[in-house]
């Protein structure tokens, strides 16, 4: 059905269109949009006339009103933008108000290998918070992370190499139970698995599964 010329300044009460015409509904400007009842208005032929389809366009003033809707249409419709992972793990400022996708979702929860630069393994949260490390030499530690976010949660794969017998240690910033660094397990190819939580500036709280493989 084409668009209908819908008067552009009607009062509260005016029927459109009057007098009334075969196989068109009869519309009434409420105020704030232009009604019908919907299927089964009757005519003055006396048969049943459909109503104008949802979202055909029904021209009042300068903004578009769809008949049969409760409110007003913008001319323009702007819709939210979308966040890479990238975005959703850094938390800029400018990128608060973007939607999340469960693509994004997902590929943030990638889980990302760790190397060690000066003999230090420094788990970066902009850029996951899933991680992995295979430990493949001696005096080697795990750093504090770097970009936390309060309330950010995931895990650290440690792993041995083909070697074993690896031995690490913990900057202070990770809480363990009872206040004791664990040990991890020697077995060459050993997977043991750190889940932690971002507490506070100072405190990342940790649980330690050793042994895995």
Not at 35 to 60: E, K, M, N, Q, R
Request: aromatic share 8%.
């Amino acid at each position: 059905m084409p668009a209908l010329d819908f008067p552009s300044a009607p009062l509260v009460g005016d029927r459109y269109p009057f007098p009334a015409v075969l196989g068109i509904p009869t519309y009434t400007w409420d105020g704030e949009k232009w009604t019908t009842s919907g299927p089964g208005i009757i005519t003055s032929g006396g048969a049943a006339a459909p109503p104008l389809p949802d979202g055909a366009v029904a021209i009042v003033g300068a903004s578009n009103k769809f008949a049969r809707e409760d409110h007003v249409h913008p001319e323009t419709i702007v819709l939210p933008v979308a966040a890479t992972a990238a975005q959703f793990l850094a938390n800029a400022t400018g990128d608060q108000g973007k939607m999340l996708t469960p693509g994004a979702a997902w590929a943030a929860a990638a889980t990302l290998a760790l190397t060690p630069s000066a003999g230090v393994c420094t788990p970066n949260m902009s850029l996951s918070y899933n991680f992995s490390w295979v430990i493949g030499g001696a005096g080697l530690s795990l750093g504090a992370p770097s970009n936390m976010k309060l309330g950010q949660a995931g895990i650290i794969v440690l792993q041995q190499d083909g070697t074993g017998s690896r031995i690490i240690t913990f900057d202070p910033i990770y809480k363990f139970p009872n206040a004791v660094d664990p040990t991890l397990s020697t077995a060459a190819n050993a997977i043991d698995i750190i889940s932690y939580f971002t507490f506070s500036p100072t405190a990342v709280l940790c649980s330690f599964q050793r042994n895995l493989a």
